[in-house]
């Protein structure tokens, strides 16, 4: 049972345009959330995270926006650029994470378009 | 460089074989972590290491998984009797500490094993 879920494998977004990538999350007790974005043939690198006592946690061109009661987030990358072209995971944790890890989703690839 | 790096880069074995794969972390992090990625999966957490404590086991998918951190810092991951299934991607993660500092986590490239 998935617990962290991007239902979009894929979203192709135009050069300049905002992307929205989103996920939804099925645990009530995850209460801090991340976004990674990985390139091919490297490590995910951390993009954002925002913790449940906020809505939106915002980083220049990335914000993210946290809704408990849908158990749903979703991160705002404005504008797009062709360098965001990358695939973007959605995770979560308890309590900050430590022993239990973070899970994740399945990612989403996100294509920048010229 | 500074970073976590993870050898071998690529794995190939043959079915009921054992493997072994090695995490070099950042020095002086205390927390790392092991997940791996199969084909069209979320990463899963496998194992998290912090300081000398002991580690938490509970991701891992078998007993044919072990893993061990040696003096606080290089972590090696054995998969014994390899089967099909465990083909994947094996990241390792090194932190700073094992709290809400997720910002301060690092991915090493990661290990890609095929079973044949």
């Known amino acids: 049972d998935q617990q962290v879920k991007q239902n979009s494998p894929s979203l192709s977004v135009q050069e300049g345009r905002i992307s929205i990538l989103n996920c939804d999350y099925t645990?009530?007790?995850?209460?801090?959330f991340l976004w990674y974005k990985k390139y091919p043939a490297e490590g995910p690198t951390f993009l954002i995270s925002?913790?449940?006592?906020?809505d939106k946690n915002e980083d220049g061109r990335f914000t993210v926006f946290l809704n408990k009661s849908a158990k749903h987030l979703s991160l705002h990358i404005v504008p797009s650029q062709p360098g965001d072209s990358a695939v973007y995971f959605c995770?979560?944790?308890?309590?900050?994470?430590?022993?239990?890890?973070?899970?994740f989703g399945k990612g989403t690839h996100l294509i920048i378009q010229p | 460089g500074a970073g976590v790096s993870q050898s071998p880069s690529n794995k190939v074995t043959e079915k009921g074989k054992d493997v072994e794969l090695r995490c070099d972390p950042i020095?002086?992090?205390?927390?790392l972590y092991w997940y791996r990625q199969s084909l069209g999966q979320g990463l899963e957490f496998l194992i998290y290491?912090?300081?000398?404590?002991?580690?938490?086991k509970s991701g891992l998918p078998s007993d044919r998984f072990s893993a061990e951190r040696t003096g606080g810092s290089v972590s090696t991951l054995t998969i014994q009797r390899t089967q099909q299934e465990d083909s994947a991607v094996y990241l390792c993660v090194s932190a700073q500490g094992g709290g809400p500092s997720y910002n301060e986590q690092f991915f090493g490239p990661g290990t890609r094993l095929t079973v044949l």
């Open positions: 645990n009530s007790m995850f209460d801090y």
């Open positions: 020095s002086g992090h205390t927390a």
């Open positions: 290491f912090q300081g000398n404590s002991a580690p938490d």
């Open positions: 925002i913790s449940s006592i906020k």
């Open positions: 995770a979560a944790s308890v309590s900050g994470g430590g022993a239990d890890g973070l899970t």
